[in-house]
């Protein structure tokens, strides 16, 4: 395999797919077509089905096994949303933080490797980093 010519899909096993669908489309803007099915794909820059998400109870039962989902802030992995600049940072923790939207580590940070980002916690929480590495 080479994996400059693999598309990579990130999948988010969810318990409430309504509750989910509903964060990323209409506080986050991502597009989709859901159906109110078990699966519901997102289109971002990167194509159709970079992000995507499954019933965790669906999914379960696809592969004969039972799941317990982290408690609290998942601590497994994160989801990166790049945004162009800086000031695009700014201006989307801005426009969430009108949107009783959970940010688990405050306001956005300028770190010294040249990233300024902040995290949010989706409503089953899993964390979103969103950041940029262009200061202009």
């Excluded at 992000?51 to 592969?63: D, P, Q, T």
């Excluded at 959970?102 to 929480?125: H, K, L, Q, W």
Aim: glycine share 8%; proline share 4%.
């Amino acid at each position: 395999m080479n994996g400059k010519t693999v598309r990579v899909g990130a999948c988010l096993l969810v318990g409430d797919i309504d509750r989910m669908v509903r964060f990323y489309r209409d506080i986050l803007g991502f597009n989709t077509d859901w159906d109110h099915g078990d699966f519901a794909e997102f289109e971002t820059a990167s194509g159709k089905t970079t992000l995507f998400m499954y019933s965790r109870e669906a999914f379960a039962k696809a592969i004969g096994q039972t799941y317990e989902p982290p408690k609290g802030i998942n601590q497994t992995f994160e989801i990166a949303l790049w945004l162009p600049r800086y000031a695009d940072v700014d201006a989307e923790y801005a426009r969430l933080s009108k949107l009783n939207v959970m940010f688990p580590c405050g306001a956005p940070v300028t770190f010294d490797f040249g990233i300024r980002n902040f995290y949010v916690s989706d409503p089953e929480g899993n964390l979103l980093e969103i950041g940029s590495m262009n200061e202009k």
